[in-house]
């Protein structure tokens, strides 16, 4: 099966600067990589994905970016508000399952 | 709002008793799958049905046991609860459960205390 790892567990930024956070994964042959936001108390919401014949993908102020060589992908989240405060996830499909594989979390804190 | 619903929100019971959850997923969608998210935890894949049949399971104690019925919704039993067992718990649907693989959508969960 798949293994993700996520890091950093936790991330405190200002308003107004840049995230970043990065998994990796095991197996090169995974190729959907999805990141869900979920607010507390609330359900996991996607807020972008990324297959494997793409390099980078971008939706306003997110942007995911892939590198299968090193089998890692990166969430970039820019000009960050307090609203992005969040618990993100990243996980991983490997073809021939039907499950995600998911990071542990990062828990974003945004301060005014 | 997802489209897939779960009930009940809260439950609050007691070790050594037996609870049941309800899953009702997007309409048209024929995948369902059950996390468990614990405290500090991230989402641990429980088990997943596709169309009424099983189709991949994950970490799932043998305590806990799941099925989708003909008009797709999807329980999941917890049996012999334990303080650990206490977490939220969530559904999610799909359109298709092949590995071609295709987005999730999560319900609200349900969150269950164990005392």
């Known amino acids: 099966g798949e293994n993700v790892e996520q890091h950093p567990s936790t991330l405190s930024v200002q308003e107004g600067d840049s995230a970043v956070i990065k998994c990796t994964y095991s197996?090169?042959?995974?190729?959907?990589f999805p990141w869900y936001k979920q607010e507390l108390g609330k359900r996991p919401q996607l807020i972008i994905d990324i297959r494997s014949n793409v390099g980078e993908k971008k939706d306003q102020r997110i942007a995911v970016t892939l590198n299968k060589t090193a089998k890692h992908f990166s969430l970039h989240i820019t000009e960050t508000q307090p609203e992005d405060s969040a618990v993100y996830f990243c996980?991983?499909?490997?073809?021939?399952?039907?499950?995600?594989?998911f990071g542990k979390g990062t828990m974003l804190l945004v301060s005014p | 709002d997802s489209g897939v619903t779960q009930t009940p929100k809260h439950l609050i019971t007691a070790t050594g008793q037996r609870v049941t959850l309800r899953c009702s997923p997007r309409s048209g969608d024929l995948s369902v799958y059950w996390y468990q998210q614990s405290l500090d935890q991230g989402l641990q894949f429980l088990i997943q049905y596709y169309n009424g049949e099983e189709r991949a399971k994950g970490n799932i104690l043998e305590r806990f046991s799941a099925q989708q019925f003909p008009d797709l919704h999807s329980e999941l039993n917890l049996s012999s609860l334990e303080l650990g067992d206490s977490a939220l718990y969530f559904c999610?649907?799909?359109?298709?459960?092949?590995?071609?693989?295709?987005?999730?959508?999560f319900g609200p969960g349900t969150r269950l205390t164990v005392l």
């Open positions: 197996d090169s042959a995974s190729n959907y």
């Open positions: 996980a991983a499909h490997l073809p021939g399952y039907s499950t995600l594989t």
């Open positions: 999610a649907s799909s359109v298709r459960g092949a590995s071609d693989y295709n987005e999730q959508f």
